[in-house]
């Protein structure tokens, strides 16, 4: 069955890419892969910190977001309980491999001055909590094992979210769909179906275009620096 199989990669905006970078780097040791003009977008910088080879957290800066007011509890929750605007990150939660690695993690972080909370035991998973730039709540969690759905789905707060037992088969059970290879057509334009917030006018282009002129249109394969060939 088709689905996502990971994290390829979460983009956070930032008006400081500098400062993310040195902090995501030396406080969590993750390596720095990309840093380059984020493609069709004017002005603004993209970074690409790894995971792993297929998994990264980006930041994404642009000329106008140090003007926009950070404010808790509206464009991010502050801590990992906290709330914020629907459809904002209300924390970013990073996996580790075992509790000594969670352990050693901490050490690093509390190496560098930053107030770490836990390990706490959440049943199927052991955290840590703290705090990175721009109000970044941050998490680094561990499970020995994958999620058993039978003990973690709840049935009370299954009915205060209003989900009957036949959608919550189908919640548990997706239906599979056939693959057909890319054939399905750009649908028409709903108003009840989510969007994308582009700027009108380049919306309209863009919906008017074919798959195959967008992808000639949009992509900028090549990368910044010309590698030699080996």
Known sequence: MQKPNGLHHL????????GQIEYFTSVLGMELVALYWMHGVEGAW?????????????????PTLGAIAPSVGVTHAGFPGGPCAPGTMQHLALNVDSEEDLLALRDRVRSHGIVVLGPIDH??????????PEGLALELSTSAQAIDARAW????????????????????????TADRGGAVPQPSR????????????????LLSLSDD????LMSQPEPPVKLAAA
Not at 11 to 18: L, R, W
Not at 123 to 132: D, E, L, T
Not at 213 to 216: H, K, Q, S
């Open 123 to 132: 049943g199927f998973c052991k955290s840590i909590y703290f705090a990175g």
């Open 153 to 176: 789905i709840d049935p009370e707060v299954v009915a205060l979210a209003g989900i009957s037992a036949d959608e919550l088969e189908r919640y548990r059970r997706p239906t599979p």
């Open 46 to 62: 993209h970074a690409f910190l790894k995971l792993n080879d297929h998994a990264s957290i980006a930041f994404v800066q642009l």
């Open 213 to 216: 002129e967008l992808t000639r």
């Open 11 to 18: 983009a956070i905006a930032t008006a400081d890419v500098k």
């Open 190 to 205: 709903d108003p009840a179906k989510p969007e994308m917030a582009w700027p009108v006018e380049q919306y309209r282009h």
